[in-house]
């Protein structure tokens, strides 16, 4: 018996496509920590959109650090937000830019490795534009869309948004630089 499809909410997951093996794992976790080193040192006035300033509050009334928050802040942001910016902006909006989307009856998704630089840019424009740090920003982005487009394997990229991500929550969390959050 064949079990039932997924729901179709659920379908876009499969541009996460195969798990990524050792030496792919390996390469996003080395990207992953590069790109956490750029973003520690690229902050200069006009690497940024704005000024920074902290989304949460993070010390309490009496000037104690709130570290239930900075817990779940850096949990989300290491695991929650790579996922989802992932999927939004390489899984979808690269690959939708490079070609037509899946319809029924017509052509399946564009395969990572086929997409262009345009496709790439553009996309990673679009991610950078929602960030105050829009250099390390855009950065990511190209390390990530690299990665996919490799590999293949959005999970790749994940880690490696992933790991970034972790290893700035904690540089924030350890030196207090509130205002990347």
Do not use: N
Request: overall charge positive.
């Amino acid at each position: 018996m064949t079990p039932p499809a997924p729901p179709r909410a659920w379908r876009g997951l499969a541009a996460l496509g195969p798990r990524p093996d050792a030496g792919e794992l390996a390469l996003s976790v080395a990207a992953g920590t590069g790109l956490a080193w750029l973003w520690v040192r690229l902050d200069e006035p006009w690497m940024r959109l704005g000024v920074p300033h902290p989304s949460l509050d993070l010390i309490g009334p009496g000037g104690e650090v709130l570290w239930v928050l900075i817990a779940l802040r850096w949990l989300a942001g290491a695991l929650l937000l790579p996922v989802l910016e992932e999927l939004f902006w390489r899984g979808f909006v690269m690959r939708r830019l490079a070609g037509p989307a899946r319809r029924a009856g017509g052509p399946g998704p564009v395969d990572p490795r086929q997409v262009g630089p345009l496709a790439v840019l553009a996309s990673t424009l679009g991610f950078a534009l929602t960030h105050t740090e829009w250099l390390a920003t855009a950065l990511t982005g190209l390390v990530c869309a690299a990665l996919y487009r490799r590999t293949g394997k959005l999970g790749c990229a994940i880690v490696a948004h992933a790991v970034t991500q972790g290893l700035v929550g904690g540089w924030i969390a350890v030196y207090g630089h509130w205002a990347y959050w």
